[in-house]
């Protein structure tokens, strides 16, 4: 059984996450902004803990993370506003990474995107440019961390079945259902050989567990 903190905890893919990780016996503790959400987290066996992570300082966050196994980042700022995108998914993931260092979590899994590569030729004149930018610039921090740091990059959600397969070789669109998502984490979370991997994936015939070994 593992202490596990989620940052992010309302959101689909986080949903789709805790019932995979409560089922097998993980304690997690989902971080929300909300605190209408709470009961709905209670309900699928999650411990709420409201906490506003955009304006939290590293100390405020290592607060939250200190006594927990792991942290997985799933939180964002959902697109739209380029300076909200910039504060929460690079700034406040990045101060995540530096608490969890100064909490003394080691592990982290990051929940990125396919795209966040150096070359993701997005233009700067393209209102997606602010995540792609944003993304790459937390995905670069960890990777420089000395955390057991694994960089998850799904392509295109959508809200399909899970079906328990992907390919870590995605294609075009890339597409992935959320519930396969959630159980890419909890398996990475389960398999050591994910750490320091940055593993990108779609949808595939290939069941979870064997594609994330190396």
Do not use: C
């Not at 019932?19 to 066996?45: C, F, K, M, Y």
């Amino acid at each position: 059984m593992a202490r596990i903190l989620i940052l992010g905890g309302h959101g689909k893919v986080a949903l789709r996450t805790i019932p995979v990780l409560v089922e097998r016996g993980d304690d997690v503790t989902a971080v929300i902004r909300n605190p209408d959400h709470a009961d709905e987290l209670r309900s699928i066996g999650a411990e709420p803990v409201v906490a506003d992570i955009e304006h939290l300082d590293t100390d405020g966050i290592a607060d939250l993370l200190r006594g927990h196994d792991a942290v997985v980042w799933s939180a964002g700022a959902g697109g739209g506003d380029a300076a909200r995108t910039y504060a929460v998914d690079r700034d406040a993931a990045i101060r995540s990474m530096d608490a969890a260092a100064r909490a003394g979590v080691d592990r982290y899994v990051m929940v990125s995107w396919v795209g966040s590569t150096p070359d993701h030729g997005v233009h700067p004149d393209n209102s997606f440019f602010a995540y792609a930018d944003a993304k790459l610039a937390a995905d670069e921090h960890l990777r420089r961390t000395a955390l057991e740091w694994t960089v998850l990059g799904p392509g295109t959600l959508t809200l399909d079945q899970p079906t328990g397969s992907i390919t870590t070789e995605p294609e075009g669109s890339a597409e992935v259902s959320r519930a396969d998502v959630g159980a890419v984490i909890a398996q990475a979370l389960a398999q050591p050989a994910t750490i320091g991997r940055t593993i990108r994936f779609s949808a595939g015939s290939t069941p979870i567990a064997e594609a994330l070994i190396d």
